[in-house]
């Protein structure tokens, strides 16, 4: 039987996963499939832990969630076809929920596929080498200091990108005298109430943890920038600034001549793509961009095709894009799609390629992902839903954050699932301290 080996075992392997099982509970034969997670649950980066560095067992800990997130884009937009919030909750639910209520319904979807003996926890794949025409997988099992080696005929990587820091240097860090840390080891802004704290970066992370810290008591946020300021209504005790230029103990100096003296760094610079189980005939090597060079359809290895990406993109979509990515593969594998010959692939590739890197706007790179997600589902039976109603909100949350950086989470959008407008939250996002479940069910 044809082996299939899943590595991680968070949105994008879950959907792989799911993948499968549909076309198993439609009778289809799939192939023996194995999915290896070296955390002790599922759910990826949406697991919440307080370890930063390493985690129980020594490895790197993978999750950059941290305490009292929210979600920063409409969940109308991530919604799975087949599985809606209000089939998991019950009832239609506000169109912005804390990072506790996403993993709930990222989780629920993944129990009711019935797929988790699939799944080896603590497991973490050391080495992927090619052997005939699949792979030999090098695997450790952390629990019993056990290594092991097993063929598989394909390889679905799955273990996201949004986890390795890319940590820059500037002159004189070394002397400052307060804490400094990158995003992906934030967890609580309760850290930081009274605090003046710097945010290295203009990015998601940055808009999103400086405005965590103020909103927790942080006397003031600085955001400092490299190419331009983000541009936002700020509340009072927020400011943007040039890039620092250096830093001498508590005092960091920028770009046009000013300074200040901080009690916090905190530097939301990106993630860097890893894969260091993977020699280099097979890593992919990108920065975070919408095309994936290397990859046809964003998820084949142009240069060996038993090999597959999954969520390696920059993000506008994402739980429907992986579930997109996930369904065109699983038919590879089952040989349902038959791949063109690798000069068509690389033609393909190329016309994705170039127009990236004509993208004007935000309001271009919205289209070219949805496109991206419809160039997919043209080959795959997944659930249709109203991709152009995702267009739209996207659109219209992009102009309402432009307006509100604080209040854009307070409206509503349409589900394109169950085509229902969501009801807005009982709480506005910048008074909302209590984030858990319950809280946010409730009303």
């Keep these: 039987m044809t082996k299939v080996c899943i590595i991680g075992a968070g949105p994008s392997g879950l959907s792989a996963l799911r993948a499968f099982s549909t076309a198993r509970d439609q009778g289809i034969q799939i192939p023996d499939i194995t999915c290896f997670e070296k955390q002790n649950n599922w759910g990826g980066q949406w697991n919440f832990t307080w370890r930063t560095s390493l985690d129980e067992n020594g490895e790197p800990v993978h999750s950059s969630m941290y305490r009292h997130l929210w979600s920063n884009g409409p969940k109308e ?64 099992d952390i629990n019993k200091k056990k290594v092991i080696k097993e063929y598989f005929d394909y390889v679905i990587v799955a273990t996201g990108h949004f986890s390795v820091p890319n940590v820059p240097e500037f002159e004189g860090i070394e002397t400052f005298t307060g804490r400094v840390m990158h995003a992906h080891d934030f967890r609580s802004a309760a850290e930081f109430i009274g605090k003046d704290v710097l945010v290295v970066g203009a990015s998601y992370s940055a808009e999103d943890i400086g405005l965590q810290c103020k909103k927790y008591g942080a006397k003031t946020v600085s955001f400092t920038f490299r190419t331009a300021p983000m541009g936002f209504i700020w509340p009072d005790g927020v400011d943007e600034r040039p890039l620092l230029t250096s830093v001498n103990r508590s005092t960091v100096t920028f770009r046009d001549g000013s300074n200040k003296n901080f009690d916090a760094i905190i530097l939301c610079t990106g993630y860097l793509h890893s894969f260091p189980f993977l020699p280099e005939d097979l890593r992919l090597v990108t920065n975070n961009r919408l ?44 040989e349902r799609i038959k791949l063109p010959v690798k000069e068509e692939r690389t033609l393909d590739m190329n016309k994705w390629d170039e127009r990236e890197n004509k993208l004007e706007d935000a ?74 479940i319950d809280n946010y069910l409730k009303g």
């Design 77 to 140: 937009c991530l919604e799975f076809s087949d599985y809606s919030f209000e089939e998991h909750f019950g009832k239609s639910i506000p169109s912005f929920p804390p990072r506790s209520v996403l993993r709930d319904y990222i989780v629920g979807r993944a129990e009711r596929s019935n797929v988790k003996e699939l799944v080896k926890f603590n497991h973490s794949v050391r080495l992927v080498e090619k052997d005939k025409e699949g792979f030999k997988v090098t695997v450790e």
């Design 291 to 334: 095309f994936s060079p290397g990859l046809f359809k964003g998820v084949v290895w142009n240069d060996n095709t038993h090999l597959f990406y999954i969520g390696m993109q920059d993000q506008w979509y994402t739980f429907t894009m992986f579930d997109a990515e996930a369904w065109y593969t699983r038919d590879v594998i089952l």
């Design 363 to 436: 309001y271009e790179m919205i289209d070219y992902q949805a496109d991206y997600i419809r160039a997919l589902l043209e080959f795959s039976d997944y659930p249709s839903f109203n991709l152009n109603l995702t267009q739209k909100e996207f659109k219209a949350w992009k102009k309402e954050k432009e307006k509100s950086i604080l209040g854009y989470r307070d409206k509503s959008y349409c589900s394109p699932v169950t085509n229902k407008q969501s009801p807005v939250h009982h709480t506005k996002w910048w008074e909302a301290m209590d984030d858990t």
